[in-house]
T-cell receptor
Framework: DQQVKQNSPSLSVQEGRISILNCDYT??????FLWYKKYPAEGPTFLIS?????DKNEDGRFTVFLNKSAKHLSLHIVPSQPGDSAVYFC?????????????FGKGTRLSVIA | DTGVSQDPRHKITKRGQNVTFRCDPI?????LYWYRQTLGQGPEFLTY????????KSRLLSDRFSAERPKGSFSTLEIQRTEQGDSAMYLC?????????????FGPGTRLTVT
């Protein structure tokens, strides 16, 4: 039973346009959400996170939106750049006692076309 | 500090052999995590430590898997009697519990191939 789902295995976007990556979760106990970016043969790199007490967090070109009632979050990248081409993972955790192990989705491969 | 490091980066071994991987976390981080990633999947949690205490090990895949963090600094993950199904990327991550944010920072991983 997958608790974090990324239903789009891949996404192609033109350079300069917006990329929107989606993530759904089933466990209402999750209260902290993260996005990671992964290049081949490297470990995941932390991008941005959001606590369940917020509905939006922004960092430069990256914005994460959280809709708790729908158990849905999305990552917006504006403008998209060729260097953004990578696999993006959504992750969730339950944090009442601090950092707990992350539960990851299967990832979405983003291709930004010049 | 250059981040989380893992050694080796690649390991090829024959079925039935034992392998050990090392992880050095970011120096001020007190929590250390091991994950495994197979093709087409996201990282899957295996075990984690706070300082030298192992907080969770029930997710280790079998009793052939064990992990240690003897002095609360580096950690090792050992797989005994390797099987072909153990072929995967083994990822280590670390975090610090003294803040209100919960990011984990990953190393480059160790790619294990069992032949």
């Amino acid at each position: 039973d997958q608790q974090v789902k990324q239903n789009s295995p891949s996404l192609s976007v033109q350079e300069g346009r917006i990329s929107i990556l989606n993530c759904d979760y089933t466990n209402s106990m999750f209260d902290y959400f993260l996005w990671y970016k992964k290049y081949p043969a490297e470990g995941p790199t932390f991008l941005i996170s959001i606590s369940s007490i917020k509905d939006k967090n922004e960092d430069g070109r990256f914005t994460v939106f959280l809709n708790k009632s729908a158990k849905h979050l999305s990552l917006h990248i504006v403008p998209s750049q060729p260097g953004d081409s990578a696999v993006y993972f959504c992750a969730a955790s339950f944090t009442p006692s601090g950092n707990t192990p992350l539960v990851f989705g299967k990832g979405t491969r983003l291709s930004v076309i010049a | 500090d250059t981040g989380v490091s893992q050694d080796p980066r690649h390991k090829i071994t024959k079925r039935g052999q034992n392998v050990t991987f090392r992880c050095d976390p970011i120096s001020e981080h007190n929590r250390l995590y091991w994950y495994r990633q197979t093709l087409g999947q996201g990282p899957e949690f295996l075990t984690y430590f706070q300082n030298e205490a192992q907080l969770e090990k029930s997710r280790l895949l079998s009793d052939r898997f064990s992990a240690e963090r003897p002095k609360g600094s580096f950690s090792t993950l050992e797989i005994q009697r390797t099987e072909q199904g153990d072929s995967a990327m083994y990822l280590c991550a670390s975090s610090f519990t003294g803040t209100l944010t919960y990011e984990q920072y990953f190393g480059p991983g160790t790619r294990l191939t069992v032949t």
